[in-house]
């Protein structure tokens, strides 16, 4: 990994993005810390052309966005276009709101839907990922649905975007999901994970918490990742604090 890698997750910094003007004064904010790439999450209303001249002016890559899931699903197209616009080629389903996981049929229903999204992505030269929360990681018929969603979907259409703190919060063994996701991981979040003194789990900054980050980044690394997006969607104090000790920690496990 190489710190030109390290991309700052925009969603960490929401109340900070509300219009143009905030966006533009984050961006120069997230430069300043010393990131080199960001990814496009929770922002206010701005046109695509203005916000790839911001990034761009910044010193900015856009990595990968996420997208509202619905859209992803019924409107591909419409997503495939925002991201040339961008000049990006990887987004993310975010989350499986309204998606009925009851059934291992409802399951596959889903990801039916994903690959058929999925396909229009590939197609354009795109990449759709899925990131994942705890949710994925109840059980049907013997496996967790975050399984099920990769083994029934086409690794062409569906690649991943495994969040490290979900996916322990969820029971699974984050540096185990890098290495399942072989050819799979063109984007990875960085998110720890720490018991507070009430014995409530939380997210914090890395280096903070328990994750083995060593592992994780040489499993990544091994699995072909190219992005690797710092996420604290919860902080203690001013986000941008919170991202500046991730972005210093991580620095550290860098080559160059």
Aim: with cysteine.
């Amino acid at each position: 990994m190489i710190s030109s890698q390290l991309a700052a997750q925009l969603y960490s910094i929401r109340e900070f993005l509300k219009t143009p003007a905030d966006i533009a004064g984050s961006l120069k904010k997230i430069r300043a810390i010393g990131y080199q790439a960001v990814q496009l999450s929770g922002l206010g209303p701005i046109v695509e052309d203005e916000l790839a001249k911001l990034c761009r002016d910044t010193g900015l890559t856009i990595c990968a966005t996420h997208e509202p899931g619905d859209k992803i699903l019924s409107e591909p197209h419409t997503i495939v276009a925002r991201l040339q616009k961008l000049g990006c080629r990887i987004t993310a389903y975010p989350y499986p709101g309204g998606i009925d996981f009851g059934t291992l049929e409802s399951v596959k229903e889903f990801c039916r839907r994903l690959n058929v999204a999925g396909r229009v992505f590939h197609e354009a030269g795109q990449i759709l990922c899925y990131h994942n929360h705890h949710i994925e990681f109840q059980r049907i018929a013997g496996k967790p649905v975050l399984e099920i969603i990769y083994s029934e979907t086409d690794p062409r259409y569906l690649q991943g975007e495994p969040d490290t703190y979900w996916v322990q919060h969820g029971g699974g063994d984050p540096v185990a999901w890098c290495e399942r996701l072989n050819g799979r991981l063109p984007i990875v979040h960085l998110k720890d994970y720490t018991v507070l003194p009430d014995n409530k789990v939380t997210m914090c900054e890395i280096g903070n918490g328990n994750l083995d980050w060593n592992k994780i980044i040489a499993a990544s690394e091994k699995s072909g990742c190219q992005w690797f997006a710092v996420e604290q969607d919860i902080c203690p104090g001013d986000p941008f604090d919170s991202l500046r000790q991730s972005f210093d920690y991580v620095k550290t496990l860098c080559t160059r």
